[in-house]
Protein backbone atom coordinates (compact mmCIF):
# COMPACT_ATOMS: atom_id res chain seq x y z
CA UNK A 1 0.00 0.00 0.00
CA UNK A 2 1.34 3.13 -0.80
CA UNK A 3 1.42 6.25 1.20
CA UNK A 4 -1.48 8.16 -0.37
CA UNK A 5 -3.18 4.67 0.35
CA UNK A 6 -2.72 4.52 4.28
CA UNK A 7 -6.24 4.86 5.87
CA UNK A 8 -6.64 8.01 7.36
CA UNK A 9 -6.30 8.12 11.02
CA UNK A 10 -8.90 9.26 13.14
CA UNK A 11 -7.92 12.03 16.10
CA UNK A 12 -8.94 11.29 19.50
CA UNK A 13 -7.84 13.11 22.61
CA UNK A 14 -6.58 10.94 25.75
CA UNK A 15 -7.11 13.14 28.72
CA UNK A 16 -5.02 12.02 31.85
CA UNK A 17 -6.69 13.80 35.00
CA UNK A 18 -5.40 14.88 38.18
CA UNK A 19 -1.94 16.45 37.90
CA UNK A 20 -0.66 17.61 41.24
CA UNK A 21 -2.74 15.61 43.65
CA UNK A 22 0.26 13.47 44.31
CA UNK A 23 4.26 13.08 42.97
CA UNK A 24 2.93 9.18 41.95
CA UNK A 25 0.01 10.79 40.15
CA UNK A 26 2.54 12.89 38.51
CA UNK A 27 5.17 10.51 37.60
CA UNK A 28 3.19 7.93 35.90
CA UNK A 29 1.16 10.85 34.02
CA UNK A 30 4.38 12.45 33.07
CA UNK A 31 6.20 9.43 31.93
CA UNK A 32 3.15 8.00 29.74
CA UNK A 33 3.63 11.94 27.66
CA UNK A 34 6.95 11.20 27.24
CA UNK A 35 6.26 8.11 25.37
CA UNK A 36 3.19 9.72 23.33
CA UNK A 37 0.78 7.77 25.42
CA UNK A 38 -1.33 10.58 26.23
CA UNK A 39 -2.15 13.79 24.20
CA UNK A 40 -3.49 16.73 27.18
CA UNK A 41 -3.60 16.50 31.02
CA UNK A 42 -5.97 18.22 33.41
CA UNK A 43 -4.05 19.91 35.91
CA UNK A 44 -5.02 20.45 40.23
CA UNK A 45 -3.10 23.38 40.98
CA UNK A 46 -4.43 24.09 44.36
CA UNK A 47 -3.10 20.68 45.29
CA UNK A 48 1.11 20.00 46.92
CA UNK A 49 2.27 18.00 44.48
CA UNK A 50 1.62 20.87 41.35
CA UNK A 51 4.51 23.16 41.72
CA UNK A 52 6.98 20.15 42.15
CA UNK A 53 6.60 19.15 39.09
CA UNK A 54 4.78 21.59 36.83
CA UNK A 55 8.34 22.50 35.06
CA UNK A 56 8.42 18.75 33.96
CA UNK A 57 5.01 19.22 32.28
CA UNK A 58 5.68 22.00 30.69
CA UNK A 59 8.77 20.62 28.59
CA UNK A 60 5.90 18.36 26.75
CA UNK A 61 3.53 20.94 26.20
CA UNK A 62 2.31 21.30 22.29
CA UNK A 63 1.78 17.40 21.81
CA UNK A 64 0.27 17.54 24.99
CA UNK A 65 -2.39 20.14 25.86
CA UNK A 66 -2.38 21.25 29.26
CA UNK A 67 -5.12 22.56 31.25
CA UNK A 68 -7.50 23.31 34.75
CA UNK A 69 -8.67 20.79 36.26
CA UNK A 70 -11.09 22.95 38.40
CA UNK A 71 -11.21 21.28 42.22
CA UNK A 72 -13.96 21.98 44.81
CA UNK A 73 -13.88 18.67 46.44
CA UNK A 74 -9.96 18.08 46.93
CA UNK A 75 -8.01 19.93 50.14
CA UNK A 76 -8.18 22.36 53.29
CA UNK A 77 -10.80 24.58 50.83
CA UNK A 78 -12.84 21.67 49.43
CA UNK A 79 -16.82 20.69 50.35
CA UNK A 80 -17.42 17.10 50.29
CA UNK A 81 -19.42 16.22 47.27
CA UNK A 82 -22.30 14.85 48.16
CA UNK A 83 -22.87 18.27 49.81
CA UNK A 84 -21.57 20.07 46.64
CA UNK A 85 -24.16 18.11 44.61
CA UNK A 86 -27.22 18.60 46.77
CA UNK A 87 -26.39 22.57 46.78
CA UNK A 88 -25.99 22.71 43.21
CA UNK A 89 -29.87 21.01 42.78
CA UNK A 90 -31.13 23.44 45.14
CA UNK A 91 -30.36 26.23 44.19
CA UNK A 92 -27.52 27.38 47.27
CA UNK A 93 -24.36 26.95 45.55
CA UNK A 94 -22.47 29.79 47.49
CA UNK A 95 -20.74 31.47 44.59
CA UNK A 96 -18.52 33.94 45.94
CA UNK A 97 -16.77 30.84 47.51
CA UNK A 98 -16.76 29.46 43.83
CA UNK A 99 -15.91 32.15 42.10
CA UNK A 100 -12.75 32.73 44.88
CA UNK A 101 -11.04 29.47 44.44
CA UNK A 102 -11.39 29.67 40.62
CA UNK A 103 -9.81 32.73 40.24
CA UNK A 104 -6.95 31.30 42.64
CA UNK A 105 -6.36 27.85 40.72
CA UNK A 106 -6.68 30.01 37.57
CA UNK A 107 -3.75 32.84 39.26
CA UNK A 108 -1.63 30.22 40.18
CA UNK A 109 -1.83 28.07 36.73
CA UNK A 110 -1.24 31.43 34.72
CA UNK A 111 1.90 32.55 37.17
CA UNK A 112 3.65 28.72 36.70
CA UNK A 113 3.41 28.24 33.29
CA UNK A 114 3.15 32.16 31.94
CA UNK A 115 0.09 31.47 29.91
CA UNK A 116 -3.54 30.18 29.80
CA UNK A 117 -4.94 26.85 30.18
CA UNK A 118 -5.10 25.29 26.93
CA UNK A 119 -8.37 23.75 28.46
CA UNK A 120 -10.69 23.86 31.70
CA UNK A 121 -12.92 21.00 33.18
CA UNK A 122 -13.53 19.83 36.56
CA UNK A 123 -12.93 17.50 38.87
CA UNK A 124 -15.24 15.01 39.59
CA UNK A 125 -16.92 17.40 36.55
CA UNK A 126 -18.22 20.51 39.39
CA UNK A 127 -17.56 22.65 36.30
CA UNK A 128 -20.98 20.92 34.92
CA UNK A 129 -23.06 22.20 38.04
CA UNK A 130 -25.66 24.16 38.11
CA UNK A 131 -24.92 27.36 39.88
CA UNK A 132 -20.81 26.43 39.92
CA UNK A 133 -21.18 26.35 35.45
CA UNK A 134 -22.57 30.03 35.78
CA UNK A 135 -19.70 31.63 37.99
CA UNK A 136 -16.93 29.70 35.85
CA UNK A 137 -18.01 30.47 32.58
CA UNK A 138 -18.92 34.34 33.40
CA UNK A 139 -15.23 34.47 34.75
CA UNK A 140 -13.59 32.37 31.86
CA UNK A 141 -16.05 34.57 29.29
CA UNK A 142 -14.35 38.38 31.07
CA UNK A 143 -11.10 37.12 31.70
CA UNK A 144 -9.84 35.51 28.52
CA UNK A 145 -12.93 37.08 25.53
CA UNK A 146 -12.53 35.58 22.63
CA UNK A 147 -9.24 33.77 23.97
CA UNK A 148 -10.87 31.78 26.13
CA UNK A 149 -9.82 27.80 26.88
CA UNK A 150 -12.27 25.53 25.66
CA UNK A 151 -14.45 23.61 27.85
CA UNK A 152 -14.53 19.71 28.44
CA UNK A 153 -18.21 18.59 27.36
CA UNK A 154 -19.45 15.99 29.72
CA UNK A 155 -22.43 14.07 28.40
CA UNK A 156 -21.41 10.27 29.08
CA UNK A 157 -23.48 7.98 27.16
CA UNK A 158 -25.54 4.97 29.54
CA UNK A 159 -23.58 1.98 27.81
CA UNK A 160 -19.85 1.43 27.28
CA UNK A 161 -19.41 0.91 30.45
CA UNK A 162 -20.28 -0.03 34.28
CA UNK A 163 -21.26 2.99 36.22
CA UNK A 164 -24.49 3.40 34.85
CA UNK A 165 -25.89 5.45 37.92
CA UNK A 166 -23.27 7.68 37.82
CA UNK A 167 -23.83 8.47 34.02
CA UNK A 168 -27.37 9.60 35.25
CA UNK A 169 -26.13 11.64 37.61
CA UNK A 170 -23.88 13.16 35.82
CA UNK A 171 -26.36 13.49 32.93
CA UNK A 172 -28.98 15.19 35.33
CA UNK A 173 -26.15 17.72 36.87
CA UNK A 174 -24.99 18.59 33.30
CA UNK A 175 -28.53 19.33 32.30
CA UNK A 176 -28.88 22.63 30.18
CA UNK A 177 -24.68 22.88 30.61
CA UNK A 178 -24.28 23.22 26.80
CA UNK A 179 -27.16 26.12 26.64
CA UNK A 180 -25.47 27.35 29.49
CA UNK A 181 -21.71 27.71 26.89
CA UNK A 182 -23.84 28.95 24.58
CA UNK A 183 -24.78 32.36 25.66
CA UNK A 184 -21.14 33.02 25.55
CA UNK A 185 -20.02 33.14 22.10
CA UNK A 186 -16.44 33.09 23.24
CA UNK A 187 -16.48 30.06 25.02
CA UNK A 188 -16.39 26.76 22.89
CA UNK A 189 -17.27 23.17 23.88
CA UNK A 190 -15.37 19.68 23.06
CA UNK A 191 -17.37 17.35 21.27
CA UNK A 192 -18.20 13.57 22.30
CA UNK A 193 -16.88 12.59 25.81
CA UNK A 194 -15.73 8.87 27.22
CA UNK A 195 -14.05 7.31 30.01
CA UNK A 196 -16.37 7.16 32.84
CA UNK A 197 -16.47 3.42 34.89
CA UNK A 198 -16.76 2.46 38.32
CA UNK A 199 -12.94 3.51 38.15
CA UNK A 200 -12.79 -0.11 40.24
CA UNK A 201 -9.80 -2.20 40.13
CA UNK A 202 -11.43 -5.45 38.85
CA UNK A 203 -12.68 -3.68 35.84
CA UNK A 204 -11.45 -4.38 32.55
CA UNK A 205 -10.18 -0.77 31.61
CA UNK A 206 -8.28 -2.19 28.47
CA UNK A 207 -11.70 -3.85 27.07
CA UNK A 208 -13.41 -0.49 27.73
CA UNK A 209 -11.11 1.62 25.89
CA UNK A 210 -11.00 -0.29 22.79
CA UNK A 211 -14.65 0.40 23.20
CA UNK A 212 -14.29 4.31 23.47
CA UNK A 213 -11.79 4.13 20.83
CA UNK A 214 -13.81 2.73 18.25
CA UNK A 215 -17.30 4.68 19.25
CA UNK A 216 -15.76 7.80 19.23
CA UNK A 217 -15.96 10.01 16.00
CA UNK A 218 -12.98 11.93 15.14
CA UNK A 219 -12.33 14.65 18.14
CA UNK A 220 -13.60 13.31 20.41
CA UNK A 221 -12.23 12.96 24.43
CA UNK A 222 -11.65 10.06 26.80
CA UNK A 223 -10.48 10.95 30.16
CA UNK A 224 -8.51 8.63 32.31
CA UNK A 225 -6.75 8.24 35.23
CA UNK A 226 -3.20 6.85 35.44
CA UNK A 227 -0.48 7.24 38.38
CA UNK A 228 2.16 5.27 39.55
CA UNK A 229 1.10 3.13 42.97
CA UNK A 230 2.56 4.68 46.13
CA UNK A 231 4.31 2.35 48.19
CA UNK A 232 1.64 1.99 51.43
CA UNK A 233 -1.29 2.33 48.70
CA UNK A 234 -2.06 -1.21 46.17
CA UNK A 235 -5.74 -1.14 46.71
CA UNK A 236 -8.52 0.70 45.35
CA UNK A 237 -8.39 4.03 43.36
CA UNK A 238 -4.52 3.79 43.61
CA UNK A 239 -4.42 0.04 42.26
CA UNK A 240 -6.90 1.45 39.66
CA UNK A 241 -4.50 4.18 38.39
CA UNK A 242 -1.57 1.58 38.27
CA UNK A 243 -3.26 -0.40 36.38
CA UNK A 244 -4.59 2.08 33.91
CA UNK A 245 -0.36 3.33 34.09
CA UNK A 246 0.35 -0.26 33.06
CA UNK A 247 -2.24 -0.61 29.97
CA UNK A 248 -1.19 2.59 28.29
CA UNK A 249 2.54 1.76 28.80
CA UNK A 250 2.20 -1.37 27.33
CA UNK A 251 2.59 -2.68 23.65
CA UNK A 252 -1.02 -3.97 23.74
CA UNK A 253 -2.19 -0.48 24.05
CA UNK A 254 0.32 0.92 21.20
CA UNK A 255 -1.75 -2.26 19.09
CA UNK A 256 -5.05 -1.25 19.82
CA UNK A 257 -4.54 2.36 18.28
CA UNK A 258 -3.41 0.92 15.46
CA UNK A 259 -6.15 -1.50 15.33
CA UNK A 260 -8.39 1.39 15.65
CA UNK A 261 -6.87 3.37 13.58
CA UNK A 262 -6.58 6.26 16.18
CA UNK A 263 -3.86 9.05 16.63
CA UNK A 264 -3.45 10.49 20.26
CA UNK A 265 -4.61 14.65 19.34
CA UNK A 266 -3.95 17.35 21.92
CA UNK A 267 -7.13 19.47 20.56
CA UNK A 268 -10.94 17.89 20.26
CA UNK A 269 -13.33 18.50 17.63
CA UNK A 270 -15.21 21.94 19.32
CA UNK A 271 -18.90 21.85 18.80
CA UNK A 272 -21.22 24.70 17.87
CA UNK A 273 -24.55 24.96 19.03
Not at 31 to 54: F, G, I, N
Not at 150 to 164: E, F, L, N, T, Y
Not at 237 to 257: I, V, Y
Request: hydrophobic share 40%.
Amino acid sequence: MSSSEQPRLKPVVLCADDFGMSPAINQGILSLCRARRLSAVSCMTDMPSWQQDAASLLELRGPVSIGLHFNLTEGSASKKLPQLMQHALTGRIEKVWVSTQLRRQLDVFEATTHSIPDFIDGHQHVHIFPGIRDVLLAELDSRYADKAPWIRQVRPDMSGHDARLKAMIIQLMGRGFAQAVDRYPGLKLSGEFAGLYSLQPDTDFAALLQGWLKQLPAGGLIMCHPGEADPDQVKGMALTRHKELAFLASDAFAELLQQCQVRLSPKPQLITL
